[in-house]
């Protein structure tokens, strides 16, 4: 599987963008899929997961009422809607792909495969 990051760039705070991340060489869409993100100095921190049928979604708590996290079954892709966005998440995006987790989860070490990154910057 590999993933492809996109959508990513440079915003005034309070903007919006959509992350999206393209999976080919095999579906998706039996695997849990989450979003995670890395400031510079910082750990990655897991931001979204979502079901492999989509049914549920968790964010952490600094994105939530901000982002949505979503998925296209079909397309093979899954989405980061972000909006009122802050200077506070400003990193690079991560979208990653657990074969076996089918819910999703919120640690690293549960996903198999792993985008490239697209870079987010917000100023302020």
């Known amino acids: 599987v590999q993933l492809q990051a996109s959508g990513g760039g440079l915003v005034q705070a309070g903007g919006s963008l959509r992350l999206s991340c393209a999976a080919s060489?095999?579906?998706?869409?039996?695997?849990?899929m989450g979003w995670f993100r890395q400031a510079p100095g910082k750990e990655r921190e897991f931001v979204a997961a979502?079901?492999?049928?989509?049914?549920?979604?968790y964010h952490v708590d600094s994105v939530k009422g901000r982002f949505t996290i979503a998925r296209d079954n079909v397309k093979n892709i899954v989405y980061l809607h972000m909006n009122s966005l802050k200077h506070e998440d400003t990193a690079v995006y991560y979208c990653?792909?657990?074969?076996?987790?089918?819910?999703?989860?919120?640690?690293?070490?549960?996903?198999?495969?792993w985008g490239q990154g697209t870079q987010v910057t917000v100023s302020s």
């Open positions: 060489g095999r579906t998706v869409s039996a695997y849990g």
């Open positions: 990653a792909a657990a074969q076996t987790r089918y819910s999703g989860s919120e640690h690293p070490n549960d996903y198999d495969y």
């Open positions: 979502i079901t492999w049928n989509g049914m549920s979604k």
